[in-house]
């Protein structure tokens, strides 16, 4: 047979899938048959080898079956039939993950990628993949069907060539022996075995790797004190509904949304009305804290600056020191994102190089704030438009978690002993990461958290007996100013519990709009149903002032415009 004629019967293999391709027998029995039958004719072992080497672009386990064949008929040697078969398995690959890193990048800026993968979604692969990335890297050699989408995604996401070879050349110095070898001992019988491990290869990954996540994760942590607390640690996360993801408790809440607003209402963006002073959409998301703060009574907020990304690193350090002495102010300070959400990006800089840090990697427009002692505070307050007073609908008392040390035991032991921050300990564990194996002097409380958000471990616990006639007139004469505010909550810094039921003293350090939770449901003693029922009446008191000011003539956000504002919100 010639080679023109082993050319055309290698083509139509190209068409085959990467898994599964020896179901189609009778191909690969001829293309197997032309292949030796060239080899026994050829004059050229540099020729044979190159062919071999060049054939696993096509299709590599069948290219080394084939090399394999002809080292048991001793027209080539299985150590020549392993090389050339590496040789060109370790090429493509390198090939594969270069037109991901030549062109795939360029391609997420035109149609159709574009349409599909963002440019945020491939930093999320990268991240992915400097984590985990090389290890599922080398599995993937040994999982056909899954070499081409791993070695492309690799290059997208430009993973450190460096290392990627060294892993391509492990994954090939043992996959292609035993593929090579298999089928010098055994013969064309090895084109069942492979089609049957490429079948099943795949749920038998995913059994290994159950597998070994239930000996590492739950069987072997049994072992060890530390090991049991970090599992009743996540047992709790799971059981607790209030270490539930936010997109989970919700639920429930975006059922109800979208029902009162598609049937109910027949307005899908009703709600949009409900804060007409938050623009563009009441403070459903992305709204800007500056932007709130202005309309408020200044003598009621923490002294702050608006600051802008675009400033230089020097600039970003000239405004904080001026802020900080045009209010004769001294660490710590508070620097966090004009938007944002469930205290994002919200960090208290106890010293200059804490805040250095943090402008170094600011890539937005950003707020400097004056650092407020005292208790922290949860105030939910709505209007009715056409009322001249409103309502307090929810108050939470903000606890940051401490724990006391014994003279003895580690930060991390600590942690891990108490009932309360063994909940959150994986997240305690990374925020503190420097401290942890710190002995605690016996007496001295360390604090975990910095920030009165659930979400970064502080306890919510219900303040409806701190509700007061004093505290309602102090919130109102807070947003008297604030013409088109109806709805939402305060997070207000007192000296006492008694300061606030007093409304003495009172600071604002922030004020979220339509999205904003009544977030005395997280107390512990709450269940998710009570959860569910008040998040239900919180979102019908807005649909109620939304409509009132729909009445007044005003008009809701265009549906349009509304998912467009949602999609760039989320990025």
Avoid at 89 to 114: C, E, Q
Avoid at 292 to 300: A, H, M, N, S, T
Avoid at 384 to 401: A, C, V
Avoid at 505 to 512: F, P, S, T, Y
Wanted: glycine residues 8%; aromatic residues 12%; contains cysteine.
């Amino acid at each position: 047979m010639t080679l023109r004629t082993l050319c055309i019967v290698a083509a139509l293999v190209m068409v085959l899938p990467d898994s599964g391709w020896c179901s189609s027998q009778g191909t690969v029995e001829s293309l197997l048959t032309a292949f030796e039958e060239y080899a026994a004719q050829s004059s050229s072992r540099f020729t044979l080898l190159l062919i071999i080497a060049a054939a696993t672009l096509i299709s590599e386990d069948l290219a080394c079956i084939a090399a394999g064949l002809l080292a048991a008929r001793s027209i080539i040697s299985p150590l020549e039939a392993i090389v050339a078969s590496g040789l060109g398995i370790y090429i493509g690959d390198i090939l594969l993950y270069l037109t991901g890193y030549l062109i795939g990048l360029k391609a997420l800026h035109h149609p159709p990628l574009k349409w599909f993968v963002s440019e945020h979604r491939v930093q999320q692969c990268r991240t992915l993949f400097q984590r985990r990335g090389l290890g599922l890297i080398f599995m993937s050699r040994f999982l056909p069907g899954t070499r081409t989408a791993t070695f492309l995604a690799a290059g997208l996401v430009r993973v450190d060539l460096v290392k990627l070879l060294v892993v391509f050349g492990l994954a090939v110095v043992i996959w292609t022996p035993i593929l090579v070898l298999s089928a010098v001992l055994i013969g064309r019988q090895v084109i069942t075995y492979i089609d049957i491990y490429s079948g099943w290869a795949l749920w038998v990954f995913f059994f290994l790797l159950a597998l070994i996540f239930t000996i590492t994760r739950l069987i072997v942590p049994l072992f060890t004190w530390r090991g049991r607390r970090l599992l009743l640690s996540r047992w709790r996360r799971f059981s607790n509904w209030e270490f539930w993801p936010f997109y989970v408790t919700n639920v429930v809440t975006f059922v109800y949304v979208l029902y009162t607003g598609l049937v109910k209402y027949r307005r899908a963006t009703l709600f949009t009305l409900t804060n007409p002073a938050i623009k563009p959409d009441s403070g459903f998301i992305g709204e800007r804290k500056s932007s709130i703060f202005k309309g408020l009574r200044q003598e009621y907020v923490g002294r702050w600056r608006l600051v802008g990304a675009a400033n230089t690193m020097q600039d970003r350090l000239d405004l904080l020191h001026s802020f900080m002495a045009d209010h004769s102010l001294d660490y710590p300070i508070v620097l966090k994102p004009d938007a944002g959400q469930r205290g994002q990006g919200v960090k208290i800089c106890p010293d200059h190089e804490t805040a250095r840090q943090w402008l170094e990697q600011a890539e937005r427009d950003y707020l400097i704030m004056e650092y407020l002692p005292g208790e922290e505070f949860g105030v939910f307050y709505y209007r009715l438009p056409d009322q001249p007073r409103g309502r307090i609908f929810s108050i939470n008392r903000k606890k940051l978690l401490d724990v006391v040390g014994d003279g003895k035991s580690t930060l991390e032991e600590l942690i891990l002993r108490d009932e309360r921050a063994v909940c959150m300990a994986p997240m305690f564990f990374e925020n503190l990461e420097a401290d942890l194996l710190d002995i605690i002097p016996e007496g001295e409380t360390r604090q975990l958290g910095q920030v009165g958000t659930h979400s970064r471990g502080s306890l919510f616990l219900d303040g409806a007996d701190l509700i007061s006639p004093e505290l309602l007139e102090r919130v109102e004469r807070i947003v008297e100013n604030y013409s088109g505010f109806y709805f939402g909550r305060f997070d207000l810094k007192a000296p006492s519990e008694e300061d606030l039921r007093e409304g003495k003293n009172l600071k604002v350090i922030e004020l979220n709009g339509l999205t904003s939770e009544a977030t005395h449901i997280y107390d512990p003693k709450n269940s998710i149903f009570y959860a569910w029922k008040t998040l239900i009446d919180q979102w019908s008191i807005a649909f109620d002032i939304a409509e009132a000011n729909l009445k007044k003539g005003l008009q809701p956000m265009p549906l349009a415009e509304f998912i467009s504002h949602w999609r760039r919100g989320g990025r």
